[in-house]
C-alpha cells in the first residue's frame, strides 16, 4: 500500500492532470455501479419472492461507460483546474491567510456556490443527452432533478470540504475528493435513474427553475 501510494504521488508530481482525469474516471464509473445495484436491490424488495418475478442483477456497462466518462472529461481536468485556480485567486486577490478560518470559509463558499451547481447542471446535461434525450427532456430533467440534488448534496459536501481545504495541500485536494467522489458519483448516478420518483415532487415547489 505505501509503494501504491508512493507511485500515485510521483505519477501526481510529473503528471498531475493525467492522474487526476484517470482516478477521476475510474471512481465515477464505480459509483455509477454501485448505483445500478442499490437501483436493483431497491426495485427488488417491490417485487413479488416469486423467482419469475427477480431478474438477476446484471452490470449495464454502457452506462457505467458513459458515467466514467464524465469523470475522465469533466470532473478530472476542470476538477483540478478548479482547486488550483481556487486557492491561487483567495491567496493573491483576496490577501487570505492560508487555513485561517476566512480563508476556509472563503472556499467553502466559493467551492459550494459556483462549482456545485456547475457540476450538477453539467451532470445531469450530459447523462440525458449521452442517453439519447433531445433538448426539451434534458431541460425537464434539470428543471426536476438540480435543485433536490443540490440541497441534498450540501447537507454532506461542505463537511467534507471543511477538513479538504483546512487541512489537505492544494496538489491532493482533487485526490480527496475523489474518494467521496465514490460515493457521490453513486448518489448522482442513483438519483438520475430515479426520473419521477414521488420523494422528488416535495422540492417542486421550491424549485427556482419550474416554470410558471
Not at 431541460?139 to 479538504?164: C, H, M, Y
Amino acid at each position: 500500500m505505501f509503494r501504491l501510494w508512493k507511485w500515485y504521488q510521483n505519477c501526481l508530481t510529473f503528471h498531475p492532470v493525467k492522474t487526476q482525469v484517470i482516478s477521476s474516471g475510474f471512481l465515477w464509473g464505480t459509483g455509477d455501479i454501485a448505483a445500478q445495484y442499490i437501483t436493483h436491490s431497491a426495485a427488488k424488495t417491490h417485487l413479488p419472492t416469486s423467482s419469475d418475478a427477480v431478474e438477476e442483477f446484471k452490470i449495464n456497462w454502457k452506462r457505467v461507460g458513459i458515467t466514467s466518462m464524465f469523470g475522465f472529461g469533466f470532473v478530472g481536468p476542470v476538477g483540478h483546474m478548479w482547486y488550483e485556480g481556487l486557492d491561487r485567486f483567495i491567496r493573491l486577490k483576496l490577501q487570505l491567510q492560508p487555513k485561517s478560518a476566512k480563508f476556509v470559509g472563503a472556499k467553502l463558499a466559493m467551492d459550494g456556490l459556483i462549482f456545485g451547481p456547475i457540476d450538477l447542471v453539467f451532470f445531469f446535461s450530459y447523462m440525458g443527452f449521452a442517453n439519447g434525450k433531445d433538448v426539451a427532456e434534458v431541460k425537464e430533467d434539470l428543471k426536476r432533478d438540480v435543485l433536490p440534488a443540490f440541497i441534498l448534496s450540501g447537507t454532506v459536501w461542505p463537511i467534507i470540504q471543511v477538513a479538504n481545504f483546512r487541512y489537505v495541500p492544494v496538489r491532493y485536494q482533487l485526490l480527496y475528493v475523489n474518494m467521496f467522489c465514490l460515493l457521490d458519483s453513486a448518489f448522482l448516478s442513483w438519483f438520475e435513474q430515479q426520473n419521477d420518483a414521488p420523494w422528488k415532487q416535495w422540492f417542486t415547489s421550491f424549485n427556482p427553475f419550474k416554470e410558471r
